[in-house]
């Protein structure tokens, strides 16, 4: 039985017409959203957080992953763990600091304490049951899954889901492409994160996200400051930016833009706004990559870019420098989102201050273009109150060519989300 | 060197500076509010998990230089910037200032900040947070050459963006 609480279907493709409409209800209802948590988020590999956050044993971090409050952490031993912060007992958080490194998590309701790496430690006046407890089995309770890809930690809720590997797909080659900036194939999460609410539903941020189609309208202020910073931003005549980009289907609901480069990276294509004095240091950091990878590979690092969407609610933006973000629906108008910056882990002062200052132009709750596409989505929220009298939103873009052939400015990519989404909403739970 | 002057500032005249630069800052009179800075002056928002936090090192919320300060407003000024068109209403409450070291010709001063901002069709927001400022004296006119804006909230969360100037 399909998923039609209103009789109709969410996602409507139509191969003759070469139309693909979704109705925005899926926008707007609780009821979505409560199956979306079960259907989609609770079965999913969702991302918890990277190997680099926990440089020591007893290093945690706590964040909520999928709803849940986790404590992502190192153990004595040194071996990750996702912890779900909830005393056996009587359910309290053990752990109420954002972040830090322990030597057990206590809890403060009735003083039972948990080692880092789960198991009990101490239960106050544990005679009163009688045997003592057993210190495994009465540990914080793991997430049912926890596996990584190059140092990004995915948990899934879902213990019989397909491992990591396999549900990544062809995501893997270009989270490859991202972690071959680093000659030791070391990236790391750069302190400092930025943790902001959009009101409107998560999945207008996947769409946003890989939607090059925006980019003029939504983000001319962005483009003038790189055209007033030298950097040539003109499409060739009859052309969108990102001019030849490519959107693509990664398999398993992963997708991700392809572009050629023109707005800089900081390894290693450099542009203006770098000034002349990062040209030597950008050239040296170039050579490495041929070194290391080839010419053809070192091209493909450097001088092409990518917004890489990890189905349901991770994305690797690889552009101008590195964001690692994630976000979930607090309500169907209403997702928290959680950003960092990703850089090399080798480095040095000058080049980390150019990713990070190539960061925060672009990217951010206070970048130049973030706002802006902050403000579409919540006027797109704005608009969907009328869902039943304008219910159709249109992604049709590039439906009339060739699968290869889908450009970032179309809405191939957008429609591999959707395909996905409605897949699982059907499915039986 | 002894030339090298220590300025001497009173409270109350980094008072009427700060009070000054609320009210240009609330009446979008963003070219008036550039000239009460420094021309390598720069503006900070460190992120909320990190407060006090280096921007060499540490993703901030803003970390401007003088170029990027300047591109900042003309963006604000722009139409095209879709998150403040209209430019939000703001108001600033500036209290607790505080003259808090001389060092050479560099003043330091403090204030605690309570900004409400107000958009059609969005939640009232309330940015709640201090000052750090080093400030200069130039042409016999005390300048800003370094405003870092700190927030007291844990995290953004529904303060949403920080698009306009804080």
Known sequence: MNYQPSGHDFVVENPEAKTFFVNREVFVSDEVFEREKR?????????????????????????????????FCRDREGTVRALINCCRHRGALVCREREGNARQFYCMYH????????????VPGEDAYGAPLDRDEMGLVPVPRLE????????????????????????KDYIDIVVDQSPSGKMQIISGTQEYDIRANWKLLVENSVDDYHLISTHSTWLNYMRNSGVNVTPPKGELLPTRGFGRDLGNGHLTTDNPNYRGRPVAKWISVYGEDAKADIDAMRNELVQRLGAARAARVADTNRNLAIFPNLVINDGSSVTVRH?????PDRMHVTAWALGPVEETEAQRARRL????????????????????????????????????????????????QQLATDEGHLRVFWRKWSEMMEARS | MNEMRTATVSRAEVEDLLYHEADLLDSWRLDDWLDLLTDDATYYVPPNDKPDADARYTLFTIADDIVRLRERVVRLKDPNCHAEFPPSRTRRM????????????????????????FRYNDLDRVFVGHY??????????????????????????????VSFIL
């Open chain 1, 39 to 71: 259907a989609i988020f609770d079965r999913c590999w969702v991302y918890v957080g990277h190997a680099s956050e926990l440089k020591s044993p007893g290093d945690f971090k706590t964040r909520p992953v999928a709803g849940r409050p986790i404590i």
């Open chain 1, 111 to 122: 003083g039972w304490t948990y080692h880092p790496d789960g198991s009990l430690k101490s």
């Open chain 1, 148 to 171: 990584s890809y190059r140092d990004f930690y995915f948990a899934n809720f879902d213990r019989d889901a397909v491992d990591l590997e396999s549900y990544l797909a062809a995501a």
């Open chain 1, 327 to 331: 976000f979930y629906p607090m309500a």
């Open chain 1, 357 to 404: 200052h190539a960061f925060l132009t672009f990217y951010g709750p206070g970048g130049f273009a973030t706002p802006d596409d902050v403000a579409a989505l919540e006027a797109a929220q704005l608009g969907f109150a009328a869902w039943r009298e304008v219910p159709w939103s249109d992604l049709s873009r590039g439906m009339a060519k060739a699968s290869d």
């Open chain 2, 94 to 117: 500036i209290g607790n200032v505080r003259v808090t070291g001389v060092d050479g010709e560099v003043i330091s001063a403090a204030a605690n900040f309570i900004i409400h901002r």
């Open chain 2, 132 to 161: 750090r400022y080093k400030l200069k004296r130039q042409g016999g006119r005390l300048k800003i050459a370094e405003r870092r804006a700190i927030l007291d909230e844990q995290q953004l969360g529904l303060l949403g963006s």
